[in-house]
């Protein structure tokens, strides 16, 4: 598995109070698990953790991009692909995708794992994002119900149209969707 590693300035240091601690599971470069710890400790840390990004498509082979709410700890504002989050301990990161693409987007679909990567971002809030991310693709035409505390907007776009974006603003843009874009 090759390690993919970015230095990314992310613009927001602010940190969202949900009520309830939320943890990652730790894991080697092999996706073997060796712990689990608090989700911002990890960060702080720059511990290796489980990720998962999920992409959906419609019929017309579009992909629905979703734009980080504002309140967001880190990457705020920045568009990005569908939904992306962590599995629980203990529990599937494939039935966690699913869980979080409800959750954050109002959609239940079946997924299919597509590819998985590593990669490590250094933020400004003295975090840091080193994630083995799993990617999955599903299909969906309704339209998507975000929740306004994880998503502030989103758009469907051609795969073409995102990577020029991409290369004309790669700022506006997360580091992790702009690893995994390429993928596609």
Same mark, same amino acid.
């Given at each position: 598995? /090759?390690?993919?590693?970015?230095?990314?300035?992310?613009?927001?240091?602010?940190?969202? !109070?949900?009520g309830?601690?939320e943890?990652?599971?730790?894991?080697?470069?092999?996706?073997?698990?060796?712990? %689990?710890?608090?989700?911002? %400790?990890?960060? /702080?840390?720059?511990?290796? !953790?489980?990720? &998962?990004?999920? &992409?959906?498509? #419609?019929?017309?082979?579009?992909?629905?991009?979703q734009?980080?709410?504002?309140i967001?700890?880190?990457?705020?504002?920045?568009?990005?692909?569908?939904?992306?989050?962590? *599995?629980? *301990? @203990?529990? #599937?990161?494939?039935?966690?995708?699913?869980?979080?693409?409800?959750?954050?987007?109002?959609?239940?679909?079946?997924?299919?794992k597509?590819?998985?990567?590593?990669?490590?971002? @250094?933020?400004?809030?003295?975090?840091? %994002?080193?994630?083995?991310?799993?990617?999955?693709? @599903?299909?969906?035409?309704?339209?998507?119900?975000?929740d306004? #505390?994880?998503?502030?907007?989103f758009?469907?776009?051609?795969?073409d149209q995102?990577?020029?974006?991409?290369?004309l603003? *790669?700022g506006q843009?997360?580091?992790?969707?702009?690893?995994?874009? @390429?993928?596609?």
């Open positions: 598995m /090759q390690i993919v590693s970015y230095l990314a300035v992310e613009n927001s240091d602010s940190n969202r !109070h949900t309830m601690t943890y990652v599971i730790l894991v080697n470069e092999k996706d073997v698990p060796t712990g %689990e710890m608090e989700k911002l %400790e990890a960060h /702080q840390k720059g511990l290796l !953790h489980r990720a &998962f990004s999920s &992409f959906i498509f #419609d019929s017309r082979n579009r992909l629905l991009l734009r980080r709410a504002l967001k700890y880190h990457s705020s504002g920045l568009w990005t692909n569908t939904c992306c989050s962590h *599995p629980r *301990p @203990g529990e #599937d990161t494939l039935s966690a995708a699913r869980r979080r693409l409800k959750e954050e987007m109002g959609i239940d679909v079946n997924l299919v597509k590819f998985e990567f590593i990669y490590k971002a @250094g933020l400004d809030n003295n975090l840091t %994002e080193y994630e083995y991310d799993h990617v999955f693709v @599903g299909y969906c035409d309704e339209a998507p119900r975000p306004p #505390d994880e998503v502030s907007e758009k469907w776009m051609e795969l995102v990577k020029e974006e991409i290369r603003f *790669p843009f997360t580091e992790w969707f702009k690893i995994a874009i @390429g993928r596609f």
